[in-house]
């Protein structure tokens, strides 16, 4: 196959830099567009949506994610990120669209115009590469296809392979150069070619295998997680009924050199770990570890807002304060936050709601002020472990409220320090409140 068309460079390492089509400018697209571009890469960054494309021309970044405002603007700024709504020939073509859940399976839809779009000015020596994440089979079965359309071969005439994203919401620039990468191919030679890109940049391993592989080892990684969450959600519920502390269980079960259990909590939130488990199941495979487990999390903010009623029965017309609407602690991010769940439960209990989130901009969920969401509360309901909560003073809060009840369901601030605030703390995972000295 002839090499990627363009004018070749190459950077120190002898890598050869060419042009990157990144397709996608959300929370992936737009930090590998960037790092691509820090690394000496030409990188044109293409989003359907028109606001996003002027709203980055101006220099305002959406995703907020440590340092990337700072590396977008350098990049845009100096010219190595272009975006538009369009894309034009590159030698390399990235897809980051979403791929969310709908019935409980992938809407491929956004994966399937990308294709298109890309299948519009592809040429003879391009790699294309897929970065969302789809169920099994999807780039060779779904991906292929549609490229093919440009009536160029895979394998043939241009090279595909799948590499997911790994990365971490609030470490993605560390971890997007840090972290080992799969790299799939639709053939080895693809897994080959797509190795450059990530070899430029990528201080971790790259292990390469074939295309199908690579989307089942990324589908793994997050069910896996969310199977471990949801046993410790189902211990949680355990340790409420023997009347044990879950969080001391958790600690000193870790001690064992082979346990390595991880954290209850309100339940499973994100665009990711609440999603992709269902991607592996299919019409003839439904599972039963797999669906539990999502059953066992999906369960948690009902649970949540029981013990919230139980904590705040026999008050008139209570009002909860909730802090915390993120999916989970230092993210702003809301999509399927088990916070909103629970605050439109307890909403549909008649329970008077107010939100404080110090980092969910009000333009993507109504939040109040520290002092309006406090003012004449009830209980305080921690649902997200953000690092301002921890270091909160609870003297004033004290006398602000209407009574002092703490339920945290992350365990993730200082309970003595709002127990000698006079507060009686409820915690998820332990039966007991703990009540204020003397
Ligand atoms: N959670 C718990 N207890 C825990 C850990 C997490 O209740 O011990 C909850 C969180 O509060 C949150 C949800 O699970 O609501 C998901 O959070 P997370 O931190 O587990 O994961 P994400 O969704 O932010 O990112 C995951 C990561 N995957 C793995 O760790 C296997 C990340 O590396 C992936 O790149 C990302 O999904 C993705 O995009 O797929």
Known sequence: MERPVGVP??????????????????????????????????????????ELVESLKQGNVPVRERDLSAIVRDALGGGDLQVS???????????????????????????????????????????????????????????????????????????LAYCPERVMPGSILREIVENDRIIGGFDPESAEEAASIYRSFVRGKLF??????????????????????????????????????????????????????????????????AVDPWFLLTQDVKGSLIPAARAVNDGQPKQVVQRTLEIVHGISRPKVAAFGVAYKGEADDIRESPAIEIIERLEGHGITVAAYDPLVPNDRYPTQSLE????????????????????????????????????????????????????????????APIAPPG
């Open 208 to 273: 390469l295998t074939d295309a199908t592989t690579a989307e089942f080892v990324k589908l793994v990684e997050n069910a896996y997680r969310d199977v471990n969450v949801a046993f410790a959600n189902e211990i949680a519920k355990l340790a409420e009924v023997h009347g044990v502390d879950v969080w001391e269980v958790i600690s000193l079960a870790n001690h064992h050199p082979r346990v390595r259990v991880l954290q209850p909590g309100p339940g499973v939130g994100g665009h990711c770990i």
């Open 372 to 431: 309006e969401t406090i003012g004449d509360a009830d209980c305080i309901l921690i649902l997200a472990s953000h690092r301002e909560f921890h270091y909160m003073d609870a003297s004033p809060l004290s006398k602000r409220v209407r009574h002092r009840l703490l339920f945290d369901t992350k365990n993730c601030v200082d309970h003595r320090k709002w127990t000698r605030a006079g507060f009686t703390v409820h915690v998820l995972g332990r039966a």
């Open 85 to 159: 709504t369009k894309p034009e020939n590159g030698d390399y073509f990235v897809l980051c669209v979403p791929t969310p859940l709908k019935d409980r399976q992938a809407d491929l839809s956004y994966l399937r115009k990308a294709s298109a779009t890309v299948a519009g000015v592809l040429r003879r020596g391009n790699t294309v590469i897929v970065e969302s994440t789809v169920p099994p089979g999807t780039t060779t079965q779904i991906v292929r296809p549609i490229l093919e359309k440009s009536g160029l071969a895979a394998g043939k005439d241009f090279h």
């Open 9 to 50: 460079q190459r950077n120190r390492d002898g890598i050869n830099m060419s042009r990157v089509v990144v397709l996608g400018l959300g929370y992936i697209g737009l930090p590998t567009a960037a790092t691509l571009a820090l690394h000496g890469w030409e990188v044109h960054g293409v989003d359907v949506r028109a």
